[in-house]
């Protein structure tokens, strides 16, 4: 009795050895790449503004894919006039707004809508010969001018 529940065991993995059916090799599939325009890396450098900068290279890539003219728009622009509307708000609410270098996307389409774009030829935001930005000191003193404003009580209406 053994054996043949020794051999039928046998005879059964042997069975699943050969149960696998061969699928035919499938190669792979290749698809043209098409090389779309895009503007220059640009270095966003000491400072917490990358999504400005990449915001700012979607609109100008948007606009060379739609046939427009090919544009360089200025982050720093667009960074100046949010650093406001972050100010503003940190007044607003005593203090407990978030008031920091980050921010979102759609801080710079909302900053546009407000403020419009200009070319970075006329705003680069560079001063006095600098090559790179750095906002570590900038946001730094800003934290403090806002800090030292709302121990004044009551705040000066041009406080801005």
């Known amino acids: 009795m053994k054996r043949i529940f020794f051999a039928f065991g046998f005879l059964l993995s042997v069975g699943f050895l050969f149960a696998q059916t061969s699928a035919p090799l499938q190669t792979p599939q290749f698809y043209d790449v098409k090389t779309l325009k895009a ?9 917490g503004t990358c999504w400005c900068f990449a915001t700012t290279s979607l609109v100008e890539s948007e606009e060379i894919r739609r ?25 607003l609410r005593g203090g407990k707004a978030q008031f920091g270098e980050g921010g979102l996307g759609h801080d710079e389409i909302h900053a546009a809508a407000l403020y419009g774009a200009v070319p970075v030829a006329e705003y680069s935001g560079l001063i ?24 004044k009580q009551p705040i000066a209406s041009n406080w801005l």
Do not use: C, W
Request: charged share 30%.
């Open 67 to 91: 046939d427009k003219q090919e544009i360089d728009l200025s982050e720093m622009f667009t960074v100046r006039n949010i650093y406001i509307e972050k100010a503003k708000n940190y007044i």
């Open 39 to 47: 503007t220059p890396v640009k270095n966003q450098a000491m400072t």
């Open 128 to 151: 006095n010969g600098e090559k790179s930005y750095n906002h570590q000191k900038l946001f730094n003193e800003l934290q403090h001018y806002l800090d030292s404003t709302l121990k």
